[in-house]
């Protein structure tokens, strides 16, 4: 298990008054006194209250929640960063958990439970299905990869070249660390929260499919091109099967015009196949190149 001291928390936060006092104090309950807030902005006391608490607190540059993010790391001093939204759904009771992970791993996840009563049902299920997706497309076994409580090993997280803006940032973390590194998961309670929320579910839901489907692209192209050939191969076979009977039945039937598209949709269909193949080849190169230079990287 990793030392408390050698641990900082970020504090993501904007406009949470009602919550930043009691997540402070919590945490320094609990011994975790490395504590960093970084601020979208916030209109009200937010940053009146942290201050008043003695931690560090940062306005950041650029928006959204990511950005913040990565704006803190310039602040951060220890070997590993605890990220926690600073809207008390999180219990400091959970970190050690996360303590005794991370030295074996590059990032340790809080999995909460989805069917939890504090999370409204549009979120249970968004969440539930992102995480599906996101497991289908990278090959990962994860419950809840959108929680908002995550340990990362800080030289690790700096060296991740994250693009993606707000609250996506945890959908890209667990994909570029799951392509290179290890991450685990430990299970953990979700309270209710304080204050509003920020966060726009419909809008956040639509971000997040396309965002998905720009990584099926990068990490898993053979999944794509083989939905693509099933979509072509499926249909083909049927009317293959079709024309055929109605052939068997009477061989003056030939339903020439059915046979030329089943004929087309099996041709593309099958280079399909190929790609998927081809595609599937080139990333096994791809995922050894990036864990060779993962290695250089480390012994640096
Ligand atoms: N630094 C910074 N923090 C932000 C920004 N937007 C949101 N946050 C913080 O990011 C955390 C997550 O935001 P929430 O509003 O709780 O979003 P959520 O957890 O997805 O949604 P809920 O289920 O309603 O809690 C909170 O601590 C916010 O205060 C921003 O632009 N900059
Ligand atoms: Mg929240």
């Known amino acids: 298990m990793i030392d408390k001291k050698e641990l900082t928390v970020i504090l993501p936060t904007l406009n949470e008054e009602k919550a930043i006092g009691p997540v402070i104090d919590e945490l320094k309950e609990y011994n975790y006194n490395?504590?960093?807030?970084?601020?979208?902005?916030?209109?009200?006391?937010t940053g009146e209250i942290a201050l008043a608490k003695k931690v560090e607190f940062y306005v950041q540059n650029g928006k959204g929640k990511a950005d913040g993010i990565k704006d803190a790391l310039n602040y951060v001093k220890t070997p590993f960063v605890l990220i926690m939204d600073t809207d008390y759904t999180y219990d400091p009771a959970d970190i050690s958990k996360f303590l005794d992970r991370i030295e074996y791993?590059?990032?340790?996840?809080?999995?909460?439970?989805?069917?939890?009563?504090?999370?409204?049902?549009?979120?249970?299920?968004?969440?539930?299905?992102?995480?599906?997706?996101?497991?289908?497309?990278?090959?990962?076994?994860?419950?809840?990869?959108?929680?908002?409580?995550?340990?990362?090993?800080?030289?690790?997280?700096?060296?991740?070249?994250?693009?993606?803006?707000?609250?996506?940032?945890?959908?890209?973390?667990?994909?570029?660390?799951?392509?290179?590194?290890?991450?685990?998961?430990?299970?953990?309670?979700?309270?209710?929260?304080?204050?509003?929320?920020?966060?726009?579910?419909?809008?956040?839901?639509?971000?997040?499919?396309?965002?998905?489907?720009?990584?099926?692209?990068?990490?898993?192209?053979t999944l794509l091109f083989s939905i693509f050939a099933g979509f072509l191969l499926v249909p083909a076979i049927i009317i293959l099967a079709y024309v055929g009977?109605?052939?068997?039945?009477?061989?003056?039937?030939?339903?020439?015009?059915?046979?030329?598209?089943?004929?087309?949709?099996?041709?593309?269909?099958?280079?399909?196949?190929?790609?998927?193949?081809?595609?599937?080849?080139l990333r096994r190169i791809e995922r050894k190149i990036n864990l060779a230079i993962r290695k250089m990287d480390d012994k640096k």
């Open 34 to 45: 490395n504590i960093v807030v970084i601020d979208g902005h916030s209109t009200d006391r």
């Open 105 to 221: 791993v590059d990032e340790v996840i809080g999995a909460r439970d989805l069917k939890s009563k504090t999370i409204p049902k549009f979120n249970q299920f968004g969440n539930w299905l992102i995480t599906q997706v996101f497991n289908l497309v990278m090959g990962a076994k994860l419950d809840d990869v959108c929680s908002g409580m995550y340990v990362i090993r800080t030289d690790f997280l700096r060296s991740l070249d994250l693009q993606l803006k707000g609250y996506q940032i945890e959908l890209e973390l667990a994909a570029k660390t799951g392509e290179i590194g290890k991450i685990v998961q430990v299970p953990i309670k979700y309270r209710e929260r304080l204050g509003e929320t920020k966060m726009s579910p419909s809008r956040e839901g639509i971000n997040v499919f396309k965002n998905l489907y720009r990584f099926a692209k990068v990490y898993n192209p």
């Open 245 to 281: 009977v109605l052939w068997l039945i009477n061989p003056e039937n030939l339903r020439r015009g059915l046979l030329e598209i089943a004929i087309v949709l099996i041709v593309t269909g099958s280079n399909g196949i190929a790609f998927a193949l081809i595609s599937s080849h």
